[in-house]
C-alpha cells in the first residue's frame, strides 16, 4: 500500500484551496470528491456536455473558476480521484474509498477533511410533498442542468443563501413569488454593526437585495412557512408571521405554488471526522457537533485536520482559507516549508480569518435556528424521512426510554434509513431535549460507523480482486 | 386539496416574458439554449426525452414529472429534495438495480428506470 503525503476529501472551496497550495509547497496530493469534478456545491460545475449552457451566476462563481482553473493547471501534479467516495476512516490515517473503477484502501501522513454542509429542513407538516426541495437543490438544478424545478416557486428558510436563490431562480425565468424570512428585520438591524467589519460581503448582501428589489420580488422578514398541502404535489403553501422564537402568530394565509424551496441553514458533514474519534463540540450557531481544532485547523487526532464548512459552516470565502491554513500546516509538518516561510504565510490569513469570524458571528446571530420551528411539527408529522417515522412515534420513542439518539434509533428505527440520520438527526436531538429538559449538547451525538452511505457486499467481495483503482507511481 | 386551488397553481401554461425579457411558463422545464446529444430513456416504460449531461433527477423533472416513488410503509409520493447525493429521497430502478440516486446518476440512451412502489406494504401490516 502506498502512503500519499496527504489525502484531501472534498473538492469544493477548502479542498481546493488545500489541495493547490499543498502541492505547491511539495506534498504530493491526492484529492477526492463523490462528485464527476471539481468545485463542491458552491462551485459545481456543469456536466461537460452541458457546459454551453450558462445561468447568469455573479462574483462568486467567477472567483469558482479562478479557484478550478488554478486546480486545472496542477493536474499532472495532484492525484484527482473524481466520482469516488471515502465510506470509511480506519486508524492510522487510512481511508477506504470505493468509485466505479474499484475500492481500495489509502494511507496517508496527513488528512485533510473538507466534506463541506448540507442544508437543513426543520420538519412541518407537507415537507415530503414532491415539489418541496432544498434552495441548494433547485440553484444547482438551474446552475448545473439548466433546468427550473418549477415555475411558480416560493422561497422560504433562514439565511443570505435564501436572497441568493431567489436571484438566480428570478433570472432563469421562474416566478418567484417571495422570500420568507423567519428571522426579523430587527434582527438584522441589530447585527448590523459587526455586518460592516466586511463591507465587501456586505456589499454582496445589499446586491442581492437589490436585485430582488428590482425584479419585484417581496422578502418579508419574520415570516415562515408553516405547512405545504397537495395531493401528489405542493400546490399550496401556508403561511404566516412569526415572533423571535419562531413561533407564528396572528392570521395564517395561502399561497397557491408548484415550487416551495425550504431551508434553515447547513449542516456540517462530520462522518469521516467522528470515524476518526476527533473529539467533538457543540456550536448550535454554526451547525452543530463539529470537531475540535487548533489554530491550524488540527483535531484532536493527529494529522487530521479539518477545513470549510465540515468543521463548522461559514461559507466560501472562510473555507477557502481554512484550506489554504490546512494545506499551509500540513506541509510544514512533513517538512517540505520551513518555519519562516510557514510563519509569514500563516499570520495574514489567521488575521483575515479572525476579520471574517466577526461578519460570519453576526450572520449567524441574526439566522440562528428558532427554538419554534420545531412546534411546527404535528403529532402525525413526518420527522424520518427514510423510515417515516412520525413525530409521535418519536415522542412515544423517548418516553419508553429512548433518550440518546442510539437508543432511540433503534427503539423507533428513526435515522435507520439510507440518509443514515442526515435528514432528521438535527431535529430529533432537539425533540429529545425539549422533552427531557436537556441541552441538545447534552443530548449527545450520534455513532457513526463505517460504511458512509450504501456499500453492497459483492462490492467488497468482487471488486477488490477484479478491478482496484490504479495505483498512481 | 380542493380543485380550484390545484388549477390556480397550474393553469399559466401560455409562455410570456417577466420583467427581464427572460422566458416563463408553467411547471418545471429546461432554460433554452442548445443543448448536448439527444438520449432517450424508460421510466415505467413511458419513454423519456433528455439531453446528455443530465442527471436521470433532471430529465425526469423536465419531462414534468415530480414523484419519484412511494414510500414503502405509508405510500407517500417521494420526489427530488436535496439534489446532492444526501437525502436518498429520489431513489429509482435503474437497468434492474435498485435505490440508485436519481441525482447522482447521468442519464444514458436506453436506460430502463422504474420507480420503486410500495410493493412492501404488506410487510408493516
Not at chain 1, 234 to 253: L, V
Request: proline fraction near 5%.
Amino acid at each position: 500500500m502506498i502512503q500519499r503525503d496527504l489525502v484531501i476529501v472534498g473538492a469544493g472551496p477548502a479542498g481546493m484551496a488545500a489541495a493547490a497550495t499543498a502541492c505547491r509547497a511539495g506534498l504530493g496530493v491526492t484529492l477526492i470528491d463523490e462528485n464527476l469534478s471539481t468545485g463542491g456545491q458552491i462551485y459545481r460545475q456543469s456536466p461537460a456536455a452541458l457546459a454551453g449552457l450558462s445561468v447568469p451566476t455573479g462574483e462568486s462563481s467567477l472567483h469558482g473558476k479562478q479557484m478550478i482553473g488554478e486546480l486545472e493547471s496542477l493536474k499532472d501534479q495532484i492525484e484527482w480521484l473524481p466520482n469516488t467516495s471515502v465510506w470509511g476512516y480506519f486508524p492510522e490515517r487510512r481511508l477506504a474509498v470505493r468509485s466505479d473503477r474499484g475500492w481500495q484502501i489509502i494511507a496517508a501522513k496527513q488528512i485533510i477533511l473538507a466534506a463541506g454542509a448540507y442544508e437543513f429542513v426543520s420538519p412541518f407538516p407537507g415537507w415530503t410533498l414532491p415539489g418541496v426541495m432544498t434552495p441548494g437543490g433547485a440553484q444547482s438544478m438551474v446552475k448545473t442542468m439548466n433546468i427550473l424545478p418549477g415555475s411558480r416557486i416560493l422561497i422560504a428558510g433562514s439565511g443570505p443563501f435564501l436572497l441568493v436563490v431567489a436571484a438566480q431562480l428570478h433570472a432563469a425565468g421562474a416566478e418567484v413569488v417571495g422570500v420568507l424570512e423567519t428571522a426579523r428585520r430587527r434582527d438584522a438591524f441589530r447585527h448590523l454593526p459587526s455586518l460592516f467589519s466586511y463591507p465587501k460581503l456586505l456589499r454582496q448582501g445589499r446586491h442581492y437585495l437589490q436585485q430582488l428589489r428590482k425584479a419585484n420580488i417581496p422578502l418579508h422578514w419574520g415570516h415562515l412557512v408553516t405547512s405545504a398541502e397537495g395531493s401528489e404535489c405542493i400546490e399550496n403553501a401556508t403561511i404566516a408571521a412569526c415572533d423571535g422564537n419562531g413561533r407564528p402568530r396572528g392570521q395564517a394565509s395561502t399561497i397557491a405554488i408548484d415550487t416551495l424551496c425550504i431551508g434553515y441553514g447547513f449542516v456540517p458533514r462530520t462522518e469521516l471526522a467522528q470515524m476518526a474519534d476527533c473529539a467533538m463540540e457543540y456550536c448550535e450557531l454554526i451547525g452543530g457537533w463539529i470537531p475540535q481544532v487548533d489554530a491550524t485547523f488540527e483535531t484532536s487526532v493527529s494529522g487530521v485536520r479539518v477545513a470549510g464548512d465540515g468543521g463548522g459552516v461559514a461559507g466560501a470565502i472562510v473555507a477557502e482559507i481554512e484550506g489554504t491554513v490546512a494545506g499551509l500546516a500540513a506541509a510544514h509538518q512533513l517538512g517540505t516549508i520551513d518555519d519562516v516561510t510557514y510563519q509569514a504565510r500563516f499570520d495574514p490569513l489567521a488575521k483575515q480569518l479572525r476579520k471574517l469570524r466577526i461578519f460570519r458571528s453576526a450572520l449567524d446571530r441574526i439566522y440562528r435556528i428558532r427554538p419554534g420551528l420545531l412546534d411546527l411539527a404535528c403529532p402525525d408529522t413526518t420527522i424520518c424521512r427514510c423510515e417515516e417515522i412520525s413525530r409521535q412515534e418519536i415522542e412515544e420513542g423517548i418516553e419508553f426510554g429512548g433518550t440518546n439518539i442510539s437508543t432511540l434509533k433503534v427503539i423507533t428505527r428513526a435515522g435507520m434509513g439510507p440518509c443514515q440520520g442526515k435528514m432528521c438527526w438535527p431535529a430529533v436531538a432537539r425533540l429529545i431535549a425539549d422533552k427531557e429538559g436537556k441541552s441538545v449538547a447534552e443530548v449527545g451525538n450520534v455513532r457513526v460507523r463505517p460504511p458512509i452511505g450504501s456499500l453492497a457486499m459483492t462490492d467488497l467481495l468482487t471488486e477488490l480482486s477484479l478491478d482496484p483503482i490504479q495505483e498512481k507511481h | 386539496m380542493d380543485a380550484t386551488n390545484h388549477s390556480s397553481a397550474k393553469d399559466e401554461s401560455h409562455p410570456s416574458v417577466n420583467a427581464d425579457g427572460v422566458k416563463t411558463g408553467s411547471g418545471p422545464r429546461r432554460i433554452e439554449g442548445n443543448r448536448g446529444m439527444r438520449v432517450d430513456f424508460t421510466f415505467d416504460g413511458k419513454s423519456i426525452e433528455a439531453f446528455e449531461g443530465e442527471t436521470i433527477a433532471a430529465a425526469l423533472l423536465a419531462s414534468g414529472g415530480r414523484t419519484l416513488r412511494q414510500t414503502e410503509r405509508k405510500g407517500e409520493p417521494r420526489g427530488l429534495f436535496c439534489n446532492m447525493g444526501i437525502c436518498f429521497e429520489c431513489l429509482v430502478e435503474v437497468n434492474g438495480n435498485p435505490n440508485q440516486r436519481a441525482c447522482q446518476y447521468q442519464v444514458t440512451d436506453g436506460l430502463e428506470i422504474k420507480s420503486q412502489p410500495a410493493d412492501s406494504l404488506e410487510r408493516y401490516e
